[in-house]
């Protein structure tokens, strides 16, 4: 192995050499070196490698002391490798290195040592924008996240104010110092401020939720001029102190002020048909203002909630049909003597709350009050029609026919057979036979449907399970000739009747056994209470106690009065008027009814949370 051979080898290794005597002078340099560096062999050749070559990033010298390149020489060590250094080339610029060193000998005598060194630069790049796109991956999946939990807020209630309040907290301190949801309704000079999250210590300044100060025709359209595309806008507090009567300057001075800030963007609400409000998300402080891969993040929060905010929107006007039309179905309730009556209807917890349950009150043709609670099968638009056929068809059957409940019942199952494409329903039908001032019987027949219960002032409960049959539609259709038997009760005084759909005590998660079993458990323990109780009050505790979810509920209950109460030459004060409320349309009043009835706030919503 000759010295062409070793000549070759350095001339063509690939990366820089350099080998310098025991006081660190250079004595040889590689073409590689020489390339590396921009200066010849011979411009290096004795020069000291430490002062000549080695330089901070900036080009600044570096103390002998603390270059460890020239370690081996000072202490005699086997080598040393680096990579945070740099190298001065001729022109004055620098070149990140990562080298080695290793002691040479000659002749078993330590003669100086060995620089082996490559350009770091390549090497650094990649790294540095393998870091850029790892912090670009990062900072893209923590968006994407973003709008991942922005969506399952929006999608977690029906409700905007529960809605805004979950998304907030995501936004802050991610994405600003603060947000604030105002809704503005187009065509309206007020909004009103539903939302607002601040960064101090996650706190919701509900102070600053309240109604916002009405603007002028000419302000409000300048803001929707302002916000009229699509895209966010962005403001500084320059320019609300420079334009005070700025469009944007009125809703946004509060949160300035109050929460700080120098900047924020504020993001329109909106779908095609309709402008919902705006999204301002601030930052305070010494943070940046929003950089546009951030304000397009805001962009598409703000479609995504406007999206929300529609179709709560149409959820609520859906319900809102649904319930008028529920309620122009469902019957009013006759005042009837001393008898006092009243009655619930809850909905399944769906959007259309509409179904085939209903209950009925009326006076027949020979001046007994009858009543009704029936199901029919179905839970929505069709299951009502069907509803509203069978209760119209009883009706007339009962006014016209003077007839047994169990007489009723066959005439109701052959016309709904013949004339009716109605599915089967379940009822009890029942006459509250007896003179003024009582006693009071019930004769009723159940076709298919949950007993009623009978519960008596000292609170002995009972179902009455007589009177039962077969289900309305079925017996015709299928030729079976089954009747329904006439069942009879006496009514004792200051007791009460409940008739109940199955929705009140059948649920997925409950049998029906059980669920009987809790309400007469629940109507015991409230029978001892009449005496202070209207029968209204009866029945919303009783709702609250049991707390039905899931199928629609309908209740009706009759409280009966003291024995001897409005007979001929009975003094006693009359018990208090019934309430005006039922679930029926509140312009509704039962069949020459006089009694005014104003729309009152249903109370049995208290008994079921949203």
């Not at 020239?70 to 610029?93: C, K, M, N, Q, V």
Request: hydrophobic letters at 40%; proline letters at 8%.
């Amino acid at each position: 192995m000759g010295p062409a051979f070793l000549h070759a080898v350095l001339h063509d290794v690939g990366a820089g050499v350099l080998t310098v005597d025991t006081s660190g002078r250079i004595t040889f340099a590689n073409p590689w070196a020489e390339h590396l560096l921009g200066r010849s062999q011979e411009r290096m050749r004795g020069h000291d490698v430490h002062d000549l070559l080695h330089r901070r990033h900036d080009g600044s010298p570096v103390p002998r002391e603390r270059c460890s390149m020239l370690a081996p020489l000072r202490e005699g060590g086997s080598g040393e490798l680096g990579s945070e250094e740099y190298f001065l080339r001729a022109d004055g610029t620098t070149v990140p290195i990562i080298w080695s060193t290793t002691p040479l000998r000659v002749a078993g005598r330590k003669a100086g040592m060995v620089i082996v060194f490559h350009d770091f630069s390549l090497q650094r790049e990649a790294e540095e924008r393998a870091a850029a796109h790892t912090a670009a991956l990062e900072a893209l999946t923590d968006r994407l996240n973003l709008v991942a939990d922005v969506s399952a807020a929006l999608m977690s209630t029906v409700d905007a104010s529960g809605m805004s309040r979950r998304l907030l907290p995501l936004l802050v301190p991610g994405m600003g110092d603060w947000a604030a949801l105002d809704l503005c309704p187009t065509g309206s000079g007020e909004g009103e401020r539903i939302a607002v999250h601040s960064a101090r210590d996650g706190e919701r300044p509900v102070y600053l939720e309240e109604p916002l100060p009405p603007l002028s025709e000419e302000s409000r359209r300048a803001v929707e001029r302002r916000l009229s595309g699509d895209e966010p806008v962005r403001v500084t507090a320059g320019e609300l102190t420079a334009d005070p009567d700025a469009p944007l300057a009125a809703p946004l001075r509060t949160l300035f002020d109050r929460l700080g800030g120098r900047s924020a963007v504020v993001v329109p609400l909106s779908t095609r048909q309709r402008f919902f409000g705006t999204l301002a998300v601030g930052r305070a402080g010494p943070s940046p203002a929003h950089a546009d891969s951030e304000v397009r993040v805001l962009s598409d929060i703000g479609r995504r909630l406007g999206m929300a905010l529609d179709n709560v929107r149409l959820y609520h006007e859906q319900r809102n049909v649904a319930e008028t039309m529920q309620r122009q179905l469902l019957a009013p309730l006759p005042q009837v003597d001393r008898l006092r009556m009243a009655a619930r209807y809850l909905p399944a917890q769906s959007a259309m709350e509409i179904g085939g349950d209903w209950y009925d009150a009326f006076l027949l043709s020979d001046g007994i009050t009858a009543l009704v609670i029936g199901d029919v099968v179905g839970h929505d638009r069709q299951a009502a029609a069907h509803m509203a056929e069978v209760r119209n068809m009883l009706r007339a059957l009962a006014w016209d026919h003077q007839e047994p409940p169990s007489v009723i019942m066959r005439r109701l199952d052959e016309a709904v057979t013949h004339t009716s494409d109605a599915p089967m329903a379940t009822l009890v039908f029942a006459r509250v036979e007896g003179e003024e001032g009582g006693p009071w019987q019930l004769h009723w027949v159940t076709a298919g449907h949950p007993p009623p219960l009978l519960v008596t002032g000292e609170g002995d409960t009972r179902f009455l399970t007589g009177g039962h049959g077969p289900l309305i539609g079925m017996s015709s259709v299928l030729h079976l000739g089954l009747s329904w038997p006439d069942a009879y009760e006496d009514l004792p005084p200051h007791s009460t009747l409940l008739l109940y759909t199955d929705g009140l005590v059948e649920s997925r998660g409950r049998s029906i056994d059980l669920g009987l079993a809790k309400l007469r458990h629940h109507a015991a323990i409230l029978a001892r209470r009449m005496a202070e109780q209207t029968v209204d009050d009866f029945c919303d505790e009783l709702l609250a106690r049991i707390d039905p979810r899931g199928d629609d509920v309908a209740l009706l209950a009759l409280r009966m009065p003291a024995a001897g109460a409005g007979a001929p030459g009975d003094t006693t004060p009359p018990p208090p008027r019934q309430s005006p409320y039922s679930p029926a349309a509140p312009d509704r009043a039962a069949p020459g009814s006089t009694v005014e009835r104003p729309e009152v706030r249903d109370p049995t919503r208290a008994a079921r949370p949203e």
